[in-house]
């Protein structure tokens, strides 16, 4: 059946012949009716942007050319500026100290960090009003008693960590207050 099928599907369409000799004119005809067209490679913008500028008078050439050079010298003066500027500031390479946290901030230092140990009897209540008055948080746990503090989020100096470090020392719910490293 599929042979059969096959063999009638193509007595079909030899049946149907090739367009006439007319037919054929026609369309050759058509095709060479029709205008030429320019390939995209051909086209030349530089032919009408010089007719463009030669339709301008020379009045008006001069003074585009002159505010095309202001405009170049005044953005040339400004990029100058900024680089001069930012030459005076200091760079420094970004490392990673095993150490230091990853999110530390480089332009500025770090907020201080002590060790404390709290007094035995010291409550829960007494040593979260004690974080409160510092604004100090718990940065890390009981490793031997001791726990890491951090004092607020702003970096101080040697004398203000010591008198921070005097300060704790003198609480009642604190046995020992050092400065971490």
Known sequence: MIRQEYAETIHLN?????????????????IDAEPPRKAWSSVNPFPRLKAFFASLSPRTLVWSASLGALALLLQAGVIGAILVKDQGASYQTASLSMNEPVTRNLGAGRPPRALVRFAPDARVADVTALLDSYQ?????GAQGGLF?????????????????????????TVSLAVPAQ
């Open 14 to 30: 030899e049946s149907l012949g090739a367009p006439s000799a007319v037919a054929m004119k026609k369309l050759f005809a058509a």
């Open 136 to 140: 100090a948080s718990i940065v890390d």
């Open 148 to 172: 890491q503090l951090q004092f607020g989020n702003k970096a101080m100096t040697k004398d203000e960590i010591a008198g921070l470090m005097s300060k704790l020392q003198s609480e009642k």
